[in-house]
C-alpha cells in the first residue's frame, strides 16, 4: 500500500512539474520599450485602450504630416513590445497614413492579463481596431492591420473572425500551433506521451483546439486583401510555413514575399523593403504611395 501510495505521489509530482515547466516555458517575457517614436522625429501621443477584460492597451498614435484617413496599426510578436516596430512607423509617414504600434497585454506598457495566448493577442488587435473606428474615425476610414510573429499569426485569426480591417500584412507567421510546439520540443519529443500531455494541457490553457486557431486554417477563411511576408533566412519558423501559408490561402485574396537574408526579427531588413507593402496598399486600397486617392 505504501509502494502504491509513493508510485501515485510520484506520478502527481512529476506531472505537476511538467505543468509548472511548460507556464514557465511558455510565458512571454516583459521587455520594457526601449526607444519611442520621438527618436524618430515623430510626434505622438499615448493611448491607453480598455478592452473588454477591463484591461489597459499602452499605444502609440502618430498622426500623418497631411491628414489621412488611413491608419496602419501594428502589433508585435512574443516577448517584443512597441518599441521593435518602429522602423515600420517611419516609413508609414512617409506613405502618409497615422500609424497606431501597440503593446499586447502582458507586452511592454500594457496591463497584464493572465497568461499571453495568441487568440489573446487577436482579442487586442480587434478591440484597437473597434476602438479606432469608434474613437478616430476620420482617421481610420481605412485600416489595414500589420503583425510579426506571433503577432502575425493573431493578425490573420484576426482576420478571419472579425475583419475590421481593410487589408492585413502577416509577416513571418507560423503555418500551425502543432509545428511550433514540435519545434520547440527538439529531442523531448521522443519521450512517449509527453507531446500529447504537453499539447492537450496548452489547448486546455488557452481554451481553443490548435487546429482551429491555426493561421493555415485561418488563410482559407479571410476574405480580405491579405499580403505574407517571410525572410528566407528565418531559423525559428521556416520558409516552408510560408509555403504552406501561401498554398492554403485563397490565391485571388493572398499576396506573398520573401525577403532574401532576412531572419526571424530581422525588422530592419524586411522594413528596407516596405516598397511592396505600399503596393500592395495602392493595389487594394485605392491609395498611391502617398497615401492619397488615385
Not at 500609424?99 to 502582458?106: I, Q
Not at 482579442?123 to 478616430?136: A, F, G, N, P
Not at 511550433?180 to 483546439?209: C, D
Not at 531572419?263 to 516596405?274: G, M, N, V, Y
Request: with cysteine; glycine share 6%; aromatic share 6%.
Amino acid at each position: 500500500m505504501n509502494v502504491l501510495f509513493g508510485l501515485v505521489l510520484l506520478v502527481v509530482l512529476v506531472v505537476l512539474l511538467l505543468i509548472v515547466g511548460i507556464h514557465v516555458g511558455f510565458r512571454a517575457p516583459r521587455m520594457a520599450n526601449q526607444a519611442t517614436p520621438s527618436d524618430l522625429d515623430l510626434p505622438y501621443e499615448n493611448l491607453s485602450i480598455i478592452t473588454n477584460s477591463g484591461k489597459k492597451l499602452s499605444c502609440w498614435s502618430i498622426a500623418s504630416p497631411i491628414p489621412s484617413e488611413l491608419t496602419l496599426v501594428i502589433l508585435h510578436g512574443w516577448g517584443a513590445n512597441k518599441s521593435c516596430m518602429l522602423p515600420f512607423a517611419r516609413h508609414c509617414v512617409e506613405l502618409r497614413a497615422n500609424v497606431l504600434l501597440m503593446d499586447a497585454h502582458n507586452h511592454g506598457d500594457s496591463d497584464a492579463r493572465g497568461t499571453s495566448t495568441m487568440p489573446k493577442f487577436a482579442e487586442d488587435l480587434t478591440s484597437v481596431l473597434i476602438w479606432l473606428k469608434q474613437h478616430k474615425s476620420a482617421q481610420s476610414q481605412s485600416l489595414v492591420a500589420l503583425g510579426h510573429s506571433v503577432g502575425a499569426a493573431a493578425t490573420l485569426l484576426s482576420a478571419a473572425r472579425n475583419p475590421i480591417a481593410d487589408a492585413y500584412i502577416a509577416i513571418a507567421s507560423f503555418a500551425h500551433p502543432k509545428l511550433m510546439m514540435q519545434r520547440q520540443l527538439g529531442k523531448l519529443m521522443h519521450v512517449p506521451g509527453l507531446y500529447a500531455f504537453i499539447s492537450a494541457y496548452v489547448q486546455w490553457v488557452i481554451g481553443h483546439r490548435f487546429d482551429d486557431i491555426a493561421p493555415i486554417t485561418n488563410v482559407k477563411a479571410i476574405t480580405k486583401p491579405l499580403l505574407c511576408i517571410h525572410g528566407t533566412a528565418d531559423r525559428l519558423i521556416p520558409l516552408s510555413d510560408f509555403e504552406q501559408l501561401c498554398q492554403a490561402a485563397n490565391p485571388q485574396r493572398v499576396s506573398c514575399y520573401q525577403v532574401e537574408g532576412a531572419d526571424h526579427d530581422s525588422i530592419e531588413l524586411i522594413d528596407a523593403h516596405f516598397d511592396v507593402i505600399e503596393s500592395f496598399i495602392a493595389q487594394h486600397l485605392g491609395k498611391d504611395v502617398k497615401g492619397e486617392g488615385r
